[in-house]
T-cell receptor, first 109, second 111 residues
Framework: SQTIHQWPATLVQPVGSPLSLECTVEGTSNPNLYWYRQAAGRGLQLLFYSVGIGQISSEVPQNLSASRPQDRQFILSSKKLLLSDSGFYLC????????FGPGTRLTVL | EDQVTQSPEALRLQEGESSSLNCSYTVSGLRGLFWYRQDPGKGPEFLFTLYSAGEEKEKERLKATLTKKESFLHITAPKPEDSATYLCAVQVTSGTYKYIFGTGTRLKVLA
């Protein structure tokens, strides 16, 4: 069966610090991978998606970036965090149906 | 523009009081409609996929239906453990790999 992992589960970072969130998928190959952000009480905002190694599509202009160094690994990064980057970050994978990871709660102070 | 709207935003039910959640969509072409359950602080959990009008799926107290314009998630005799946010999403046939999500319905079932 397939599983998706995200870490860390929670993160508190100062404004201006760098960020690296990691997502890995097990039990499947060549999945489509996604990063979403969910603000409190709001819907899912698609940030990036990837259909293959090194192929990244950005949906929202911002100070975040994504990379896919391996088939089942997806990384979300920032060089300098902003207060507005706080939120709940979700990684997902799909072949048809989309499945989500447990999420990372990021607080930028 | 492709769009998904869920209603109501929030719903409070007494235990055993059946009801329905609505997901209406406007898309250029529907590839699939998905229902998820999300508990606070956790990632969405997949419930159902529906592909064509008239299709129905059931799981325990939940039943999802699909028409050409909307989907319903029927909750029969809910229990407090059914309390969660229910999300609806669509995937369009326009050749992208994106899923469009509604903002969800927050369900609270009171004992």
């Amino acid at each position: 069966s397939q599983t998706i992992h995200q870490w860390p589960a929670t993160l508190v970072q100062p404004v201006g610090s760098p960020l690296s969130l990691e997502c890995t998928v097990e039990g499947t190959s060549n999945p489509n991978l996604y990063w979403y952000r969910q603000a409190a009480g709001r819907g899912l905002q698609l940030l990036f998606y990837s259909v293959g190694i090194g192929q990244i599509s950005s949906e929202v202009p911002q100070n975040l970036s994504a990379s896919r160094p391996q088939d089942r690994q997806f990384i979300l990064s920032s060089k300098k965090l902003l207060l507005s980057d706080s939120g709940f970050y979700l990684c997902a994978w799909s072949k048809d149906t989309q499945y989500f990871g447990p999420g990372t709660r990021l607080t930028v102070l | 523009e492709d769009q998904v709207t869920q209603s109501p935003e929030a719903l409070r039910l007494q235990e055993g009081e059946s009801s329905s959640l609505n997901c209406s969509y406007t898309v250029s072409g529907l590839r699939g409609l998905f229902w998820y359950r999300q508990d606070p602080g956790k990632g969405p959990e997949f419930l159902f996929t529906l592909y064509s009008a008239g299709e129905e799926k059931e799981k325990e107290r939940l039943k999802a239906t699909l028409t050409k314009k909307e989907s319903f998630l029927h909750i029969t005799a809910p229990k407090p453990e059914d309390s969660a946010t229910y999300l609806c999403a669509v995937q369009v046939t326009s050749g992208t790999y994106k899923y469009i999500f509604g903002t969800g319905t927050r369900l609270k079932v009171l004992a």
